[in-house]
Structure formats: C-alpha cells, structure tokens
C-alpha cells in the first residue's frame, strides 16, 4: 500500500459570512469523490459543518474531550453518508476550550500534538480544520497545527481587511516559533458575481498582490449552494449539476494538484472545466446567498 502523506489544512477567515463551512464541507465531499481519504474536523461550536454533513451534534463527540485528555482523537471519528470522507464533529461544549486552554503552557501546541496520531498514521490524505470564528486562543492553537492556511474570500472591499487579519496572524505564528513552516496555502474567492465591477476590481486586486496564491478557480453566487445545508448534504451531493457543484469539483482538482499526498498516478482525478469568472443567472442573483 502506497504510504500518504496527510496534508493538514485550516481553513480560516476572521470575517464571517465568506463561505468558510461552506467550503470545508464541499472541498472534502468533492476530493472525496476522486477517491481522496479526507478527515473534516469542526472547530467551530455552532458545528454547521458537522450539520453540513448530514450529522447531528451530540454531547461529548468532538475534540474537546481529547484538548482535555479525557479521550483518544480516534474515539471520536465519526463515519459520513459518503465513502472516503469522516468527520469529527462538534457541540455547544466545545466554546469551553477557551477557558480550559487559557492557562495551559502548551496552549498552542495542544492541537497539534492531539492530531499527531492521526497525521503519523497516514490513512487520510487531507484533514480540513473548520476553524472557529474568533480569534481566540482556539483559533490560534488551530493554525498551529496545521501545514497551511486556506482562506476564502468575497469579492467585496471588507473582506480585504479580513485577510490582512490573517496575514498578520500567520506572521505572528512563524515569528514566534508556535509554527515556523506555517504558510499561506491559497485564498479562493467565494460568492462571485463577476458582471459587477467591484467584484472585477477586487479580485484584480487580490491577484496583483498575491499572484498565485489565488487560486483560479473561483466559487459564484449559487442558490442551490445555499440550499444544500439544510438539507445535510454538501452542494456537490445534493446538485451535482448546478454551476457551484461544479465550482467546487473544480476547486478541489485544483487544490489537490497544488497539494500532493501520494504519487503522481495514485489517484486518478476525473477532469473538469474550470470554474473560472463563472456566469450568474439573474434568478440565482436574486437569492439569499450568505453561507457560514
């Protein structure tokens, strides 16, 4: 058996309202799909990714028993409706981590050493980290824990000062040896009207300062998108057919070539046109498009 190289990936934001779960949940249920192993863990105590997959939330099941030390990590892997895809959920109980952690001195490596196990254990290609919304200790003890950083993006003005948030924080993580090899794995800009000028300006803006740290794919505004959620099945499940299925399906081709966790030819990954600048229909413009 091929041995995999398991890529740990945050996916973070300090703005809300950007797509943040909503693509976690997705990139995991379309890298699923090409036969990828992923490991979704929620971080987040609203758990909409934990709901996102079909899951209720149960008191107990998530990480914060094993930040205790009351639990082994692998206890609390929980299988999904979908092959090749786990999750570690979350609850309401998991907001307690803040006080639990505040006076630990390996607060910021605490995470890391709870998802050790699994990373050595090498059965996952990738695991998503939902990160929480604030930036708490948390948050911070996420980030350093992971290999690099995803952050999705609107295409709008704020969401600029959002993503200097994390830039500032990912410096402040390397400076001070919480994660020297911590990087920036990509921004992926999210609920894209590209016919307004604003969106052109501020996509152009972002490409120009980060080159190739944005991906091309980028993720249109999609009322099936939306829908998905409450239904308990990611978009790329749910509609395979509709222009943000086949964003993030996009997406993840893109991502997983950037971020390799076997040979070359171990996995076979279907092609798909990219999802580049993609149209929108008046009627999907017209829906309620704001995702967590």
Sequence with gaps: ???????????????????????????????????????????????????????????????????????????MIQPTAYENLNIIPSEVNLSGCEIDLAQRPDRLQVVRNVLQAIRDAGVFDYILLDCPPSLGILMTSTLAAADGILVPMQAEYYALEGLSVMQDLIARLKANGANPALELNG?????????????????????????????????????????????????VFYDPSCRGSEAYRAFAKEFAKRNPTRGEAAVAVRAETPAQEPAVTNQEEAGDDKVS
């Design 1 to 75: 058996m091929e041995k995999i190289v398991t890529r740990v990936i945050a996916v973070a934001n300090q703005k809300g309202g950007v797509g943040k779960t909503t693509t976690v949940v997705n990139l995991a249920a379309a890298l699923s799909k090409t036969r990828h192993t992923v490991l979704v863990i929620d971080l987040d105590p609203q758990a909409n990714a934990t709901t996102g997959l079909g899951l209720s939330p149960q008191k107990g099941v998530s990480l914060y028993p094993c930040l205790i030390g009351e639990q082994q990590i692998a206890d």
């Design 187 to 235: 921004i992926l800009m999210t609920m894209v009207n590209s016919n307004t000028r604003l969106a052109q300006d501020v996509i152009a803006e972002v490409r120009e300062h980060f080159g190739d740290k944005v991906y091309e794919t980028m993720i249109p505004r999609n009322v099936r998108t939306t829908e998905a959620p409450s239904y308990g099945q990611p978009v």
